[in-house]
C-alpha cells in the first residue's frame, strides 16, 4: 500500500505524517488489495475562522476509486474522522465480497451434494407423481363430499370452491371427513 501525504498552505511535520499512517495502517485489515492512498491536507481560513480540510483518495484494485472529504477547526480530529468514514467504507466492500464469497461456496457444496446423491439412494424414497386436477369447474362442498364418498379408493379431493378458493376435502380416520 502507497500511502501519499501532501500539505496545501501549512509544512507537514514528522508528527503528523506519522499520525496519519498510523491511522490509515488499519485499513489492511479489512484484506482489500489498497493500491494507494493520496491524503492532501488543506489549511483553509475563512471569515478569520481557522480550519482544516483533509481529502483522502483510495485506489482499490478491481474497483472504482473511493474519495472522502471533511472538514474540522482541529488537524487531528479532521484526520479522524476521514478515517473513520475511510473505514465504514471499506467494511462495506469487505462484506459485500465476503457475503458474494459465501453464496459462490454454498452452491458449490449444494451441486456437490446434488452430484454425490446416486440413483441407487433414490430408489428407497416415495416417487411423487404430478397430477392435474380432474374437475376445473367450481364445486359446492356437498357436491365435493358426495363425489368423495362415491369413490372409497380416494382418500382426498382437491377442488374449487364457488369464491376460487382451492380447497381440500379429506378422508380421516375416524370415518369423518376434514376440509381445508
Given at each position: ?22 491511522a490509515f495502517e488499519s485499513f ?153
Open positions: 500500500m502507497n500511502i501519499s501525504i501532501t500539505g496545501k498552505q501549512f509544512e507537514l511535520t514528522e508528527s503528523i505524517k506519522n499520525y496519519i499512517v498510523s489492511e485489515k479489512y484484506n482489500l488489495d489498497i493500491i494507494s492512498i493520496r491524503c492532501v491536507i488543506s489549511a483553509d481560513e475563512k471569515k478569520g475562522r481557522k480550519g482544516f480540510v483533509v481529502d483522502l483518495a483510495l485506489n482499490l484494485a478491481r474497483k472504482d476509486t473511493i474519495v472522502i472529504s471533511g472538514k474540522d477547526k482541529d488537524l487531528y480530529a479532521a484526520i479522524d474522522s476521514i478515517a473513520t468514514r475511510a473505514s465504514k467504507v471499506l467494511r462495506r466492500h469487505h462484506d459485500k465480497n465476503i457475503t458474494v464469497k459465501n453464496k459462490d461456496e454454498i452452491k458449490e457444496q449444494l451441486l456437490d451434494m446434488h452430484d454425490a446423491i446416486t440413483s441407487e439412494e433414490l430408489e428407497d424414497i416415495d416417487e411423487i407423481v404430478p397430477m392435474e386436477l380432474e374437475i376445473y369447474k367450481p364445486l359446492e362442498i356437498e357436491e365435493a363430499l358426495s363425489i368423495l364418498k362415491s369413490d372409497d379408493t380416494k382418500q382426498f379431493l382437491v377442488f374449487y370452491d364457488m369464491d376460487a378458493k382451492l380447497r381440500v376435502l379429506y378422508r380421516r380416520k375416524d370415518g369423518k371427513f376434514g376440509l381445508y
